[in-house]
């Protein structure tokens, strides 16, 4: 049975936002819900966690066309998700095999991509761009992704997982699938971080149509990619979310003078899911990372 994320996570979560007015996804029952008390729900395939559509000759009223703005603004309520292999390595790579895992011949193979960082390349000082590299040599046990961490900012954004945004007249929700993760940005009353985290702390702003979000407050225990490409805990991130037609595009400038030669960007358009009945589903992956976490040391106490 596909389990769903539960609406008590969501609920809890847009409360914490100060009480954000919804414009519900459709068919808010379980994983993915929104809120209740927004407005009415939205045509069936609309988003993951659309609900059907009555059939003909039940008394049933026809569902609400979704809008094309909330309080002025691009509606952006919907469940998300990037194509591509940025969640691999945002530059430039080759396909490769990993000869740990040959058992598994192509399956565990890594697929060519091309680069989504502009100009090609990330400008690492020298002493990161050695680092990385040793991210890249202790692959996957060194990367947060295999230990069941929350992804960060902007890897969340771009992992092989979808996400839904919850947008009502006031702050925002970005609820994630990997590791049932989540973070409000803040769209006034904005402050600094009151403490670092995985996810960081994100202050919003619209430039015209455009969705700005400043995150702050970043740990260091995150990364870009699968490929070691990695940030101290100095890290901002700056996100612009443009509406494209049905899709966004989705841009992010990285700034952390501890690992950077100057700041960078990112840019990769983000697809809106329109399949019916689409919601999230639920990935608590800490069961499936605990013997990588601990198996050593219940090795120790047999």
Same mark, same amino acid.
């Given at each position: 049975?596909?389990?769903?994320?539960?609406?008590?996570?969501?609920?809890?979560?847009?409360?914490?936002?100060?009480?954000?007015?919804?414009?519900?996804?459709?068919?808010?029952?379980?994983?993915?819900?929104?809120?209740?008390?927004g407005a009415a729900p939205a045509p069936a395939g609309q988003g993951r966690g659309a609900a059907p559509a009555q059939p003909a000759g039940r008394g049933a009223a026809a569902p609400a066309p979704r809008p094309d703005r909330i309080a002025g603004k691009p509606n952006f309520n919907g469940v998300w998700q990037a194509m591509g292999t940025a969640y691999w390595n945002l530059e430039d790579h080759s396909a490769s095999g990993l000869n740990q895992f040959w058992q598994l011949g192509a399956i565990a193979a890594i697929p060519a991509g091309q680069?989504?960082?502009?100009?090609?390349?990330?400008?690492?000082?020298?002493?990161?761009?050695?680092?990385?590299?040793e991210n890249m040599a202790g692959w996957p046990k060194s990367d947060p992704e295999a230990k069941c961490y929350m992804a960060g900012i902007p890897r969340s954004t771009y992992m092989p997982y979808p996400f839904q945004i919850v947008q009502g007249q006031k702050d925002i929700l970005f609820v994630y699938e990997y590791a049932s993760s989540n973070r409000i940005v803040h769209m006034s009353n904005h402050t600094e971080a009151p403490v670092d985290s995985w996810m960081g702390w994100s202050n919003g702003k619209w430039d015209g149509d455009t969705l700005v979000i400043e995150v702050t407050g970043f740990n260091d225990m995150t990364?870009?990619?699968?490929?070691?490409? $990695?940030?101290?805990?100095?890290?901002?991130?700056?996100?612009? +979310?443009?509406? #494209?037609?049905? %899709?966004? &595009?989705?841009?992010?400038?990285?700034?952390?003078?501890?690992? $950077?030669?100057?700041?960078?960007?990112?840019?990769?358009?983000? +697809?809106?899911? #329109?399949?019916? %009945?689409? &919601?999230?589903?639920?990935?608590?992956?800490?069961?499936?990372?605990?013997?990588?976490?601990?198996?050593?040391?219940?090795?120790?106490?047999?």
């Open positions: 049975m596909r389990n769903r994320i539960t609406g008590a996570m969501v609920a809890m979560a847009v409360a914490a936002a100060v009480s954000v007015t919804v414009m519900p996804l459709a068919g808010q029952a379980g994983r993915g819900q929104a809120p209740a008390g680069s989504v960082v502009e100009g090609g390349t990330i400008p690492y000082l020298p002493a990161a761009l050695k680092k990385r590299q990364w870009f990619d699968r490929a070691g490409n $990695f940030h101290s805990d100095a890290l901002k991130v700056t996100e612009r +979310y443009t509406p #494209m037609g049905d %899709n966004l &595009q989705y841009e992010a400038t990285i700034e952390d003078p501890n690992t $950077f030669t100057r700041p960078w960007k990112i840019s990769l358009p983000i +697809y809106r899911h #329109m399949e019916k %009945n689409f &919601q999230l589903l639920e990935y608590k992956c800490v069961e499936f990372s605990e013997e990588l976490l601990y198996g050593d040391l219940k090795k120790k106490t047999e």
